[in-house]
């Protein structure tokens, strides 16, 4: 989601909805809320006002109200206590990770043997999120590449893996069942030098999360066990992306390490 589009408000002239703007009421409101975030009007652990409240200030309907709210707390800029109301979370600190580990070298210096399962292979039309994270339009082909990376037989890590389809087309004279028979490397990392895919760098970010039902059956905990989302953007010379992945990582067993050179205790 973006919030570039901001609505720009003034002492002289209080915010208010457009509703003959192209831009959807609940993204207007999403923005009048954001700059409130962002000009230290509302604090974190603030109460945001009611649904009703926001309904009568602004002439809006509670559905717009609400989709306002729904995609502000998804994007963790808001949190809802049941029972007494929704507040501001706490900004996010952005951490710089020197090097994502290698899953095979993780465990094998845990002395684990490493496997890794190749759940689907498929092309797809790209979602709005897909399109956004590939920089690809709408609809676009895309392959989506479903993994299962396991640790002396105990699963580990969930995969999502989508690739630009138009930098790898190749893929499509692979029969399905060859790909998803590849095991000891990763199917994206083989197929890399034929696709003309290059890893240049890559945007990461991990969050913390709960597994959730479908996720919960490949990864044998229970649903709500804790997790890591890790998502990450592969970019070309260009700077244009060519895979996005985006995996959840048992909590329980996964950790993510990193090494910071002339740190200092002041810091």
Excluded at 186 to 198: P, Q
């Amino acid at each position: 989601m973006s919030y570039e589009n901001q609505v720009i408000a003034s002492m002289d002239n209080p915010v208010t909805i457009n509703k003959r703007s192209p831009i959807p009421a609940y993204n207007q409101l999403i923005d009048i809320i954001y700059n409130q975030i962002k000009n230290r009007e509302l604090l974190p652990n603030d109460m945001v006002p009611s649904e009703i409240e926001l309904c009568k200030k602004y002439g809006i309907s509670r559905t717009t109200v609400r989709e306002a709210l729904r995609r502000l707390t998804r994007d963790g800029l808001l949190y809802t206590i049941r029972g007494k109301g929704t507040f501001i979370a706490e900004p996010k600190l952005d951490q710089i990770m020197i090097k994502i580990p290698n899953f095979y070298e993780d465990m094998a210096e845990r002395g684990l043997k490493p496997d890794v399962k190749v759940l689907d292979v498929k092309v797809i039309k790209a979602t709005k999120l897909v399109s956004e994270k590939l920089m690809v339009p709408l609809n676009e082909d895309v392959f989506r590449i479903k993994r299962l990376f396991l640790a002396d037989n105990k699963p580990y890590v969930l995969e999502r893996k989508f690739i630009v389809f138009k930098d790898c087309k190749i893929l499509t004279s692979y029969k399905k069942r060859d790909l998803l028979t590849i095991k000891d490397q990763s199917v994206f990392d083989v197929l890399a030098g034929k696709c003309h895919i290059c890893n240049e760098y890559a945007h990461v970010s991990i969050e913390a999360t709960t597994i959730r039902t479908d996720e919960a059956k490949y990864l044998d905990v229970p649903v709500g066990t804790v997790a890591f989302y890790v998502d990450l953007v592969a970019y070309k010379k260009d700077d244009t992306p060519c895979g996005w992945i985006a995996s959840i990582n048992r909590g329980d067993l996964y950790r993510f390490k990193t090494k910071i050179y002339n740190y200092s205790l002041s810091t």
